[in-house]
């Protein structure tokens, strides 16, 4: 057989959280090393368990999971998500906006299939969950990074966003609470880029999976409650908020005036049925996990885990002489910042794969979150206070000597 090579259209298409600096982490285990993973936002290997009484209404359904579902997904599913959204202040959204997928990232992906053309602009948070980056690429649109700005709580530069729109800008992405930085987007910024997707008319495309990991008394804004006359699709799922990431469940809401989309909607509606539809017993999950009690709340008030978790990474990571985070208000994630100078930066990745071979810590690297710079990396902060002040200290020895040059 002749060399088979992958399609022209993953040429520019990167996903490096499970990328390289994986495949050599994989490679040690095989060796026979113990590799520390903060690496990955699934919080079920680090012992956060889903509420019972969801695994028990999934097992109770399984039996009427054995059949295909409605393509857009089960009813008393998809009335839960309009409700939910609807006491969160979204108006005129009905059971026909709503989408079950396999995960956001199915929906994430369908999403931008139906939505650009060859050569669209999609502004993207730069640094970005990378899928969004990546599936903008696969649908033959363009990423355009806006940045995010370290000095200022990692809020989107406002004015870097309004120099990078251009007649091809189609939609805007915003994550929030955010992935990799932890930022929580304050209700004036959510409100002054709803305005620019106005004044531009852009989709807005919100991803708000991390939606109830909130800490300090940060407070979540549902984007498609800040306005009725723009455009907004609303991603959120059981991943995170409920520990159900290999469940594969996720939604997405269409919000706004629908009839001028009208034709979009009706490709997503056929993407939606070529897909079939999603995975049926984890629909089963979703009414229960939205109705009942919000197990995530006792995670993340004081003396919750993933707070405690959170507090401990941030006073030690800052003690390292050379690195430096902002204070995550939501999700599960540290974006840190290596001094550049002092270690003599020119490549993040490699960073990553040092750490990884001396001190057996699996990070992954800035640039794999679109980070135009060699000076970060991403830390998910989900393992116990015992684990995290292990890694922690070894990452100290290690940044006490790294140099590269
Ligand atoms: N969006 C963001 C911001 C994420 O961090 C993740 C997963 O880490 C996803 C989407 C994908 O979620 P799902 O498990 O629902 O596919």
Redesign the pocket.
Known sequence: MKDLHKSHKLANVLYD?RGPVLDEARRMEDEGHRILKLN???PKPFGFDAPDEIITDVIRNLPQGEGYSDSKGLYSARKAVMQYYQQRGVKNVDIDDIYL????????QLTCMGLLNNGDEVLVPAPD?P??TGAVTLSGGRAVHYLCDEEADWFPDLDDIRAKITERTKAIVL?NP???TGAVYSKDLLLDIVEIARQNDLVILA?E??DKILYDEAEHHCLAALSQDVLTLT?N????SYRL?GF???WLMVSGPKYPARDFIEGLNMLTNMRLCANVPAQHAIQTALGGYQSINDLVLPGGRMREQRDLCYEMINAIPGLSCVKPKG?LYMFVKMDKQRFGLHDDEQAVLDLLRQEKILLVHGRGFNWPDVDHFRLVFLPPKDMLADALERMGRFFSHYRQE
């Open positions: 959280i990955i936002g699934n997928g396999n995960g956001v990232s199915e929906l994430i969950y899928l969004w994550i955010n992935n990799p991803d999976i991390y991603f799922g059981l991943s995170k990431a594969r469940s996720g999700a």
